[in-house]
C-alpha cells in the first residue's frame, strides 16, 4: 500500500516537473516579447561597421520626437549588443567615411499608435502602442541588402515609450540573422 | 492728594515710557533684519532658478553611463547641461544641441514591476481601478552632436510645466531650439 503511495507521489512529481520544464523551455508566443533568438537561416552578410540614420517619418505621419529619438537610441543599443559589427557609428559621425565595407540602416516609419497606458491597464484589449517601422539596410554602392517590415508593439504592461525598445530588439534581431560576426 | 496721585502717575509712566521705547528699538532692528534676510533669501531663490534646478527629473534614454528611469537634478552649469545626482553625472555642452522639444504626457502613479505586481495582486481584477490614478508630467528631448558629428538625442520626464522652464532656461544660456519655449507645447513636431 505505501509502495503504490509513493509511486503515485513520485509520478505526480515527475508530471509537474515535466510540465515546469515544458513552460520554461517553450518559446513565448505573446506580441512584445522577445523574438526567438534561434537562427533560422545563415547569415548572408558580412561588415565590420554599420551607421544608423535618424529615424525619418513621412510628412503625412506624425510621431512625437521623443518616440523618434528613443527609436533610434534603443536600435543602437540593441544593434551594439548582437556583436555583428566592429563599430556601430551614429547618424553623422564622420570617423564612418574611413570605412571601406560600411552598412548603413535606415529606419522608415509605416505606422505609429501611441496607445494609452490607463486604457491597457483597464480594459486589457484596447490602448496598444504599436509601432512599424522599414527597416532598410544598404552598402556602399546603394545596393539593398535588408529591407523588411518590423513592428514593435505593447500590449499589455509597461508605458507606451517601451514600444520603442521592443521595436529595436526586434529591428536588432534582423540585423543579427543577416549578417555575420566579424572575422567569420 | 492729587498732587501725590499725579506724581504717583508721572513715577508709573515714566519707567514704563523707557522701557516700551527700549522694546521697540529691538524689535524694529529684528524687523529689519528679517526684511533683509527675506530680500536676501530672494535672491539667492532667484539665482537658484537661473540655473534651473530640477531635483527630481527622470532620465528616458540617451544620455551615456546612466540607466533608464534614473532621477537625478537636471541644471545649466556654466555652458552645459548637467544630469547629476549623488556621484552619477552626465554634461551635454549647450554649445552641441541642435534641438529641444517639449510635450505634455501623463504617467502611471503605480508603475515599473512594482505597480505592476500591485495591480495584479489586487483579487477581483481590483487592479484595473489602480491604473486610473495617473499624474500630469512633461517630457523634453534634447538632440545634440557629440564630438565626432555623431547624433544624440536625450529624453528626460518632468513634472508637469517644468520642462518649459527647463527649455526657457537653455534658450537663454545659448541652445537652439526650433520652436521658441513660449509657445504651446503640446503638438510640438519638427517643422
Same mark, same amino acid.
Given at each position: ?63 512625437? &520626437?521623443?518616440?523618434?529619438?528613443? +527609436? ?5 543599443? &540593441?544593434?551594439?549588443? +548582437? ?65 523588411? &517590415? ?11 515609450? &517601451?514600444? +520603442? ?20 | ?11 508709573? !509712566? ?7 521705547? %527700549? ?34 527629473? !527622470?532620465?528616458?534614454? %540617451?544620455?551615456? @553611463? ?11 552649469? @556654466? ?10 553625472k552626465a554634461t551635454i555642452p549647450i554649445a552641441s544641441i541642435l534641438d529641444i522639444f517639449t510635450s505634455d504626457d501623463t504617467q502611471q502613479i503605480f508603475r515599473g514591476s512594482v505597480g505592476s505586481a500591485m495591480k495584479a495582486g489586487v483579487p477581483?481584477?481590483?487592479?484595473r481601478v489602480m491604473s486610473l490614478f495617473t499624474q500630469a508630467t512633461q517630457v523634453m528631448t534634447v538632440e545634440y552632436r557629440d564630438s565626432n558629428g555623431g547624433f544624440h538625442g536625450a529624453v528626460f520626464i518632468f513634472t508637469k510645466g517644468k520642462?518649459? !522652464? ?7 544660456? @545659448? ?6 519655449? !513660449? ?9
Amino acid at each position: 500500500m505505501r509502495d503504490r503511495n509513493r509511486m503515485k507521489i513520485s509520478m505526480l512529481l515527475a508530471a509537474a516537473g515535466a510540465v515546469l520544464a515544458g513552460a520554461l523551455v517553450a518559446p513565448p508566443t505573446s506580441a512584445g516579447q522577445a523574438p526567438p533568438t534561434v537562427l533560422t537561416k545563415t547569415p548572408e552578410f558580412s561588415a565590420s561597421a554599420i551607421i544608423i540614420e535618424r529615424t525619418e517619418p513621412p510628412k503625412d505621419l506624425a510621431i512625437p &520626437e521623443d518616440f523618434r529619438v528613443a +527609436t533610434y537610441e534603443n536600435v543602437i543599443n &540593441e544593434v551594439t549588443k +548582437t556583436g555583428r559589427f566592429k563599430q556601430v557609428f551614429r547618424s553623422g559621425d564622420h570617423r564612418a567615411n574611413d570605412v571601406p565595407d560600411l552598412v548603413t540602416m535606415r529606419l522608415l516609419p509605416v505606422t505609429f499608435t501611441k496607445g494609452s497606458e490607463t486604457a491597457r491597464g483597464t480594459t486589457t484589449v484596447k490602448g496598444w502602442s504599436e509601432l512599424k517601422i522599414k527597416v532598410v539596410i544598404t552598402d556602399r554602392s546603394g545596393k539593398t541588402l535588408v529591407d523588411q &517590415e518590423v513592428q514593435g508593439n505593447v500590449r499589455f504592461y509597461g508605458e507606451n515609450i &517601451e514600444v +520603442t525598445k521592443d521595436f529595436a530588439k526586434k529591428a536588432a534581431m534582423v540585423v543579427y540573422q543577416n549578417f555575420r560576426a566579424p572575422g567569420h | 492728594m492729587n498732587n501725590r496721585r499725579a506724581q504717583m502717575q508721572n513715577n508709573f !509712566e515714566g519707567p514704563d515710557r523707557v522701557s516700551s521705547r %527700549g522694546w521697540r528699538r529691538p524689535a524694529i532692528l529684528v524687523a529689519v533684519a528679517a526684511v533683509a534676510l527675506g530680500a536676501a533669501a530672494t535672491r539667492v531663490r532667484a539665482q537658484q532658478a537661473q540655473v534651473m534646478p530640477q531635483p527630481n527629473v !527622470e532620465h528616458v534614454i %540617451g544620455l551615456e @553611463g546612466i540607466k533608464p528611469g534614473y532621477k537625478a537634478a537636471l541644471t545649466v552649469q @556654466g555652458n552645459e547641461l548637467v544630469f547629476a545626482w549623488d556621484r552619477t553625472k552626465a554634461t551635454i555642452p549647450i554649445a552641441s544641441i541642435l534641438d529641444i522639444f517639449t510635450s505634455d504626457d501623463t504617467q502611471q502613479i503605480f508603475r515599473g514591476s512594482v505597480g505592476s505586481a500591485m495591480k495584479a495582486g489586487v483579487p477581483y481584477g481590483g487592479g484595473r481601478v489602480m491604473s486610473l490614478f495617473t499624474q500630469a508630467t512633461q517630457v523634453m528631448t534634447v538632440e545634440y552632436r557629440d564630438s565626432n558629428g555623431g547624433f544624440h538625442g536625450a529624453v528626460f520626464i518632468f513634472t508637469k510645466g517644468k520642462a518649459t !522652464e527647463a527649455k526657457k532656461a537653455l534658450v537663454a544660456a @545659448g541652445a537652439h531650439a526650433s520652436i521658441p519655449p !513660449e509657445e504651446p507645447a503640446k503638438e510640438e513636431k519638427k517643422p
